[in-house]
Structures are given as structure tokens and as C-alpha cells.
């Protein structure tokens, strides 16, 4: 039976020059379509776009007939695909070329490295001619052990009259047993650095392995967060992200260690698969005994830490990516939330000691006015704050009071309810909106720009007040990190993080479209073909030349090329421009199509825009040619009948149980209102206006089994729930929305009295929530679930006494 090639074979230099061009376009096309499920032409039209400056956004929208209509999503994994393989393909050839120079690149390892597949498998298979520091091993080979070595592993002979050969003191050789350690050193080496068996064991031990966590030695607390990991195990394969994670924040903090051990009954299953992949014989001589022990000692000396690095590592990166997800799926939701409009609104930051920070905002969010009211304890000035609020709206004229989510919002929420009754003549709607991430705009360079003689707490007042009329355009402005709605975002990959995100924003940006007229830098900047500098240009352009007539003066803005207005144009909207269709999603290159609908209907172009009755009339194919496809046609169609839409939902608002504003006034079963904050994979924190956000686990999302959390609900969803266990001492509600009888919220509240409105700075709600959307929920029914409750916060990395 042949052997498979070892390090212990003489070398057979293989001369040939190293491939260059491996990952060719339509190769690199052909394995990524593979992947996607799509057609090899689609791929490496998108490269081609990619790789000339196209941004995903404007492929996805306007390059249809190009890439066969893929979507954004499909569009981002192919970046990202194209990326790793070509990083891949960089490493390759960096390895090929260092082999070939040491002179031991055979046909055989050519063939191995030109067609590995992951970065994994290509440093295993470089493993072996990697330069690496001086072994034992290695001194066994400058002591002329090496044929012993092969002696042993090839030939049946007798161990210790074999090893009598090779003594020699002045190599640190003196004696048999010496030369035998020697050689045993050099066959774990080389069995160590097989790039199949790694991959063999590597697979095995992913599916068979017990992740097992044990609490470090003198770390134990009884209140530690980790408390529930001292003593936990579990299949690696079956552990999930958020519970991963919160392993390895423990392991970080020097609290827990973290080991992986085949399952009881196949402890010795990775040495069989080391001998078998070997070929050690199996008998009782002493030769194979020997043999069998340096099988051993590969596994125990060697490779289980190696590979149980490997998996851990795999674990991470696994669970970081299903965060990132879960990230990135928050934030979109949030970014596209309904907008209340442009309608002059007054910013309400709450607070208690320090005054209620208030900001009048005009429709475009320009700051019209501002003050500090003294309404709750210790002030106490009810009366004056009424007197000043009315004075304010009064005057500006003001249609929505937004109110931030912290300290003090519910007895905020009051005040703007007494002010409603006294001055019934106002014509006002308020709402609760979150305010995370208000101090941090507040505090930041880009605030301290806008509103130089401003204090920041008045600041936070105005980004309150404007990520009500329109959260997409303000929370750009913000460190996505810094909203709140991950999970365990500060211990991911930061720039894997912060790529992803970054995407999100991007395409939630030219999703819905930009003003040109009255975006913000930030806002400009995230528009496709644009970048701080572009976009602050547009913003030096308008304040000097005043506002845009229409896109084509964008060519005018410095540093503004056509490829940029290529990308950027078809995002930017001009209300009432010289143009009617600069206010649309149709792109500028699509005009001519317009206008030759237009012609066919015998009418101008801005008639036909938005007249359902003469759209209805139009079929693709009379306009489909050379110049512009089918996709094209068919979304020019689309857009002309409703130009300019905001895909964002319709606005609505959460409606907080009247007398329920902290946890003393919850009790089991009682019905209400609340905003869904965050999503994780164990389930739904949910805003219900107690300063303390509830957990809807998983199990009581529904009536029937949830895989998914984000499958029933998303982040600003209003939904019906049940308080089913309410913890004061630990600040811990759990909720559920199973479906069973309701009982009006204002029925199970009336049984207590309302609480004094003095409230301490630390009942602020710990998660942010935005308060519009168009989702509601069934209400639920289910026994208390603190077990659950408490095993997802700990997962979530709160902390639970």
C-alpha cells in the first residue's frame, strides 16, 4: 500500500512557473455564482461594475439589465466574496513562491495550494514549509536523527537496537533512549503538519466536541454575571451566538476558561483517526507500540490545543457574524422607521435636577428657539413650565413635541398632557421617541460646528426634536454603535462592525432618497458617489449659490466629476425644481425614455407624472430597445406613478398605559402597549414606559414555535403584551405575547395609585426605541418564565444578582 507523500520523502523540486492569473475574472465569477446560486455572466458583470468605482446602491437600482436584477443583499455577499478570494488569491501566490524557493514545489503540492479553497486550508498545506523558530524537532535532525525517524515509521525492526546507532554525546545524543525521544519528536512534527488530517480532525471535533467552561480559579462571585457559566457544558455545535459570546467576554475578563473535550464516549477517537490517517499498524510489538505512543503524544502534545484553538477561534468569528447580523437588521429597521414629517416641532429633553432641555425646530430643523423648564422635583415649577411651553408653541406654532426616552420622560409626558388640557387651543401632537445617542451627537465635533454657543444639552433637545420628523436623516449623524440596538457590539471585530453598519446606512440612505436642498453633510455624504468632501462641497455650493434648480447643476459642485454624478444624481431629490422628474428615483440617463413616453401618449412629461390614468396606459415592451431594457422600462413605469415615494412606513405611535411609569406599578397579566427596542436571537426587549425595557424571550413570541426572533417582530414594531414576572430587586420584567383573553390595561392599572413624579436618575430606560410603525401584535398568555428571562439577559451580558 502506497504511503501518502510526507516531509520524510526525499524533495522532487518541481520547476514551472507560478500561475499568475488564477483567479481570472471569469473564474473568480464561475465559483462565486456557484455559491450565490446565479449565473456566471451576472458575477463578473457586477465585478467589472465594482471594480470601475460602482457603488452598490446604484448598481442594485439602476444597472438591472447588467447584473440580471440581482438585489443588494446578494450584491453585498458577492463584494464581500470577492474580496476574501482575492485576498486568498494574494496569499497563494505568496505561498507557491516561497515553496518554489525553497526549492521542494512539487506537481502534486502545486495542484493542493492552486485549489484550496479557504485561507485555512491553504496555510495548513503551508504549514509544513512555513519558517518557524527552532524546534525539538528540528535539533533531532541536526543530531542525524532523521533516518531513524523513517526507519521506525517504514521498516519492521526492533525500537532500542535500531536507536543504538544513532548515539552519539557529542550531539546530545547518549543514549537510546535519547534517540528514540529524538525521533519521536520528528514523526509528531510530521504528523502534526498533514494538512488532511488537521481538516480531518478539525471536522470531527466540531461535530463531537463538548464546549466546557469552568470558572477561573479565585474568580468566583456570587453575583457575577458569569455565574451561570462556572460549571456549564455544552455541543460546540449546537451553542448559539449570543451564548458564545458571552463565554468569551467572561473568558476575556480572566473569569472563565474555556476548554473543548470529545464526548465522553470518544475520547480516544481522535488518536484512531491520527493512526488511521497514518497508517500505524496495530499490533503489540514494540515497534508498534512505539509507534502508537507518538500517535498519542501528536494528539495530546500537539494537536488538541492547536485544534481547539482553531474551533474556538471558528466559534468567535461565527458568533461575531450572527451579532453583526443581528446589528445591522436592528439598525436597518430603526434607519427606516416612519418619519413624522416636516412640521415644526419642539425637542423635550428630560431630566430632573439639571431642568428639562427644550428646542424648537422649524420643518427643515433649523433651530428656532430654545430653554430650560423646572417642572419636576426638586423645582418643582409645574405652573411656570406650563406658562413657558404654552408661550413656545404658541409662538412657533408648533405641530409635534417630541419627548426623549430618559429620565423623567413618563412625568414629561404629563406635563405636555396638562399643557394639552389647560390651553385645549393648541394644536399639537407629542410623542415618546428614544434619545439614544442624543448626548453623543450632542458632545461631538459636527455639533459643536452647527451650534457653536450652544450648550450640549440643548443640542441633545434638537437631535430629539429632529429624529422624530425624519430618524433617518439625524441618527446618520451618530456612531452606530452608540444607538444601542446590537448585541455584544463592543466585543465583535470593530471593523468588520463598523463595515457592515457603514452598508446598512448606505443603503437605507439611497433607499429612501436624500433632499438636496436640506440634507445635512452627514446625510449627503452616505449618498452613493459622494463622500465627506463632495457632499461638504454641495453644502459650499448652496449656502453661496442658493438652492438647486435642478441635478445638472450638480456638475458645477467642485470635485463633482460625471461618474459621481453617474452614482449620486438618481438619489438626489429637488422639490418644486425646473426639472419635475428631479424629484423622483429616475435617474437623469432615463429622461429621454420619459419623454418619448410622454410623446407616444401625446402630452408633455410633467402631465404624465403621477397620472395613474395615462401610466396604465403604457406597457414595457413598446419601450423596450437598445438604450433601455426591460428592468429600466418596467421601474421608470413604477416611479412616474408614484414620484418621489417615501418607502419608509406609515407614522404611528405607541399609546403608554396611563399610571404605569415604574416597576412598582406592574403586576402579573396586566395588558399593554410598548415599542419592540431591540432583537436579539433569544428574543425582544420591549419599551412598555417604566424606564426599564421587558424581555419577550423567544418562547413567548408566539403561539407557535419561533426559529427566528426577527421573523415576528422588528426594532420600532408597536406590539400588545402581558407582563408575566416582574423582579423589583433586580429590575427584571418578563413579558410574553401569546394570545389569551384581554384585560384592558386601564382595568389592571387603576388597582394602584399613582407614584409620586419624582423619579431617580437611574430608572432611565436602558434601550432606545423609535415609536413609529405600522406592525401590531396579538397579545399573550404563558406562566412566568424568570428562568428564561434571566438566562437571556445573562446571555446579553446584563447583570443579574
Not at 431 to 439: F, L, P, T
Not at 485 to 494: E, N
Not at 790 to 798: I, N, P, R, V, Y
Amino acid at each position: 500500500m502506497s504511503r501518502s507523500p510526507s516531509r520524510l520523502e526525499p524533495d522532487r523540486p518541481y520547476e514551472r512557473d507560478i500561475p499568475h492569473e488564477l483567479d481570472s475574472l471569469m473564474n473568480l465569477a464561475a465559483q462565486i455564482a456557484q455559491e450565490l446560486g446565479v449565473r456566471p455572466q451576472q458575477v463578473s458583470a457586477t465585478i467589472t461594475l465594482l471594480d470601475e468605482g460602482a457603488t452598490v446602491p446604484f448598481i442594485a437600482r439602476y444597472r438591472k439589465e447588467v447584473t440580471g436584477a440581482l438585489d443588494d443583499i446578494q450584491l453585498r455577499q458577492l463584494a464581500l466574496r470577492v474580496d476574501y478570494l482575492r485576498d486568498l488569491e494574494s496569499r497563494r501566490k505568496t505561498i507557491l513562491q516561497s515553496i518554489q524557493e525553497q526549492g521542494k514545489l512539487t506537481p502534486e503540492l502545486t495542484t493542493a495550494i492552486t485549489t484550496a479553497e479557504t485561507k485555512v486550508r491553504l496555510e495548513d498545506l503551508y504549514l509544513p514549509y512555513r519558517p518557524k523558530r527552532r524546534s525539538k524537532a528540528q535539533a533531532a535532525r541536526e543530531a542525524g536523527l532523521e533516518p531513524l525517524a523513517l526507519q521506525l515509521l517504514n521498516t519492521p525492526c526492533d525500537p532500542m537496537q535500531a536507536a543504538s546507532h544513532y548515539i552519539n554525546p557529542d550531539k546530545e545524543v547518549p543514549d537510546q533512549e535519547s534517540a528514540l525521544a529524538g525521533a519521536q519528536q520528528i514523526l509528531i512534527e510530521q504528523f502534526s503538519e498533514q494538512a488532511d488530517l488537521l481538516d480531518k480532525l478539525r471536522k470531527w471535533l466540531w461535530g463531537n466536541s463538548i464546549a466546557t467552561v469552568a470558572v477561573a480559579r479565585g474568580k468566583a462571585t456570587d453575583d457575577s454575571k458569569f455565574r451561570d457559566y462556572y460549571d456549564h457544558r455544552e455541543p460546540l455545535r449546537k451553542m448559539p451566538s449570543h451564548r458564545a459570546l458571552a463565554m468569551f467576554r467572561g473568558n476575556k475578563a480572566g473569569e472563565l476558561k474555556i476548554s473543548l473535550l470529545p464526548e465522553a464516549t470518544m475520547q480516544n477517537e481522535p488518536v484512531q483517526i491520527i493512526a488511521h490517517h497514518t497508517r500505524i499498524p496495530t499490533g503489540n510489538s514494540s515497534r508498534e507500540r512505539w509507534l502508537q505512543n507518538c500517535v498519542a503524544q501528536t494528539w495530546t502534545q500537539k494537536l488538541h490545543k492547536q485544534i481547539e484553538t482553531d474551533l474556538l477561534k471558528r466559534l468567535r468569528e461565527e458568533a461575531e457574524s450572527e451579532a453583526i447580523k443581528v446589528f445591522a437588521r436592528n439598525l436597518k429597521d430603526l434607519l427606516l422607521a416612519a418619519p413624522a414629517g416636516q412640521k415644526i416641532t419642539l425637542g423635550l429633553d428630560p431630566g430632573l435636577r439639571t431642568g428639562t432641555k427644550a428646542a424648537v425646530v422649524d420643518a427643515t430643523g433649523k433651530l428656532l428657539d430654545h430653554c430650560t423648564l423646572y417642572p419636576h422635583a426638586p423645582h418643582k415649577r409645574w405652573d411656570e413650565s406650563l406658562s413657558t411651553l404654552a408661550k413656545l408653541v404658541a409662538k412657533h406654532d408648533v405641530s409635534l413635541i417630541s419627548i426623549g426616552n430618559g429620565t423623567a420622560s413618563r412625568e414629561t409626558e404629563q406635563l405636555i398632557k396638562d399643557l394639552g388640557t389647560r390651553h385645549p387651543e393648541l394644536n399639537f401632537s407629542a410623542v415618546i421617541v428614544s434619545e439614544a445617542g442624543a448626548s453623543v451627537y450632542s458632545a461631538s465635533e459636527l455639533a459643536s460646528h452647527e451650534f457653536p454657543d450652544l450648550d450640549v444639552t440643548i443640542r441633545g433637545a434638537v437631535s430629539i426634536a429632529r429624529r422624530l420628523q425624519d430618524p433617518l436623516a439625524e441618527l446618520v449623524k451618530i456612531d452606530p454603535k452608540a444607538i444601542g440596538v446590537g448585541q455584544y457590539q463592543h466585543d465583535v471585530d470593530q471593523k468588520s462592525l463598523a463595515a457592515s453598519l457603514e452598508n446598512v446606512v448606505e443603503d437605507g440612505v439611497n433607499h429612501v432618497g436624500v433632499d438636496l436642498n436640506t440634507a445635512s453633510c452627514e446625510l449627503l455624504a452616505k449618498v452613493a458617489g459622494l463622500n465627506k468632501k463632495t457632499a461638504q462641497n454641495i453644502i459650499d455650493y448652496r449656502d453661496k449659490q442658493g438652492r438647486f434648480g435642478d441635478r445638472k447643476q450638480l456638475l458645477k459642485v467642485p470635485r463633482l466629476g460625471a461618474k459621481a454624478f453617474e452614482q449620486c444624481a438618481a438619489f438626489l431629490r429637488i422639490r418644486e425644481g425646473q426639472q419635475p422628474l428631479d424629484n423622483s428615483a429616475v435617474h437623469p440617463e432615463a429622461y429621454a425614455l420619459v419623454d418619448s413616453m410622454a410623446s407616444t401618449l401625446h402630452c408633455k412629461a410633467a402631465e404624465l407624472i403621477g397620472n395613474s390614468a395615462l401610466i396604465k396606459t403604457l406597457t414595457s415592451h413598446q419601450f423596450v430597445s437598445q438604450h433601455y431594457g426591460e428592468y429600466t422600462v418596467r421601474d421608470v413605469i413604477a416611479e412616474l406613478e408614484k414620484p418621489g415615494r417615501d418607502p419608509r412606513p406609515e407614522f404611528k405611535t405607541a399609546q403608554f398605559a396611563a399610571g404605569v411609569e415604574t416597576l412598582k406599578d406592574l403586576h402579573i397579566d396586566m395588558q399593554l402597549e410598548g415599542v419592540v427596542t431591540n432583537v436579539t436571537n433569544f428574543g425582544a426587549f420591549i419599551d412598555i414606559g417604566v424606564h426599564q425595557d421587558g424581555l419577550v424571550h423567544i418562547s413567548q413570541l408566539a403561539d407557535q414555535f419561533v426559529k427566528d426572533p426577527h421573523s415576528v417582530v422588528k426594532t420600532g414594531d408597536i406590539v400588545q403584551v402581558r407582563v408575566t414576572d416582574v423582579d423589583e430587586a433586580r429590575r427584571r420584567i418578563a413579558l410574553s405575547m401569546k394570545s389569551q383573553p384581554m384585560k384592558s390595561a386601564i382595568q389592571s392599572t387603576h388597582k394602584r395609585p399613582m407614584e409620586n413624579q419624582d423619579r431617580s436618575a437611574s430608572e432611565k430606560s436602558s434601550k432606545p426605541h423609535m415609536t413609529a410603525t405600522t406592525t401590531r401584535a396579538k397579545v399573550p398568555h404563558e406562566k412566568p418564565l424568570l428562568n428564561s428571562l434571566t438566562a437571556g439577559l445573562k446571555a446579553a451580558g446584563f447583570k443579574v444578582k
